[in-house]
T-cell receptor
């Protein structure tokens, strides 16, 4: 399985963009990068995923480097409700394997 | 918006008892999953299920665990003889697609199991 490395925590000011980095240097050519988040003890929530191209949806943008060894999740205007643990996951076959993620705290 | 529903939200049981956790996946989804999260720890994959059989399971999913889709709508996780270490939040999830591009996995809100 391709492993991912994320910083354990980061703070962000409300209304500012939050840039969450992820390293996945062992990713193989057909593996997708997924981002999920978990607010408190709720079920994980899908944010976005991509293979090679940058992706954007109503929640976030995903920037994947050309060599695909790292990616950045961008929350364009963080709100207090974005405080959560964010997981960067390289999908292997049928299962998502969650790591420790990045605990993002949005401060007023 | 469609959602995955789980029951019960919280169950307390005695060690050695059987427990069944129930999930109703999103109706047009074909792939189903169980995950668990022990308090303060990471979310762990247990099992995936497709076409009425297990696709993949983790080391955690031993003979004490089983899954079933008894009636085409429910997806259940049974723990035959619960142990103290089975205390956790159990999350059900479903997706329309599988393998390397599952798209979005929809997770339920979880069932908290407390084993005394």
């Amino acid at each position: 399985d391709a492993k991912t490395t994320q910083p354990p925590s980061m703070d962000c000011a409300e209304g500012r963009a939050a840039n969450l980095p992820c390293n996945h240097s062992t990713i193989s050519g057909n593996e997708y990068v997924y981002w999920y988040r978990q607010i408190h003890s709720q079920g994980p929530q899908y944010i976005i995923h991509g293979l090679k191209n940058n992706e954007t949806n109503e929640m976030a943008s995903l920037i994947i480097t050309e060599d695909r060894k790292s990616s950045t999740l961008i929350l364009p205007h963080a709100t207090l409700r974005d405080t959560a643990v964010y997981y960067c996951i390289v999908l292997n076959d049928y299962k998502l394997s969650f790591g420790a993620g990045t605990t993002v705290t949005v401060r007023a | 918006e469609p959602e995955v529903t789980q029951t019960p939200s919280h169950q307390v049981t005695q060690m050695g008892q059987e427990v069944i956790l129930r999930c109703v996946p999103i109706s047009n989804h074909l792939y189903f999953y169980w995950y668990r999260q022990i308090l303060g720890q990471k979310v762990e994959f247990l099992v995936s299920f497709y076409n009425n059989e297990i696709s993949e399971k983790s080391e955690i999913f031993d003979d004490q665990f089983s899954v079933e889709r008894p009636d085409g709508s429910n997806f259940t996780l049974k723990i035959r003889s619960t142990k103290l270490e089975d205390s956790a939040m159990y999350f059900c999830a479903s997706s329309e697609f599988g393998r390397s591009n599952t798209g979005e996995l929809f997770f339920g809100e979880g069932s908290r199991l407390t084993v005394l």
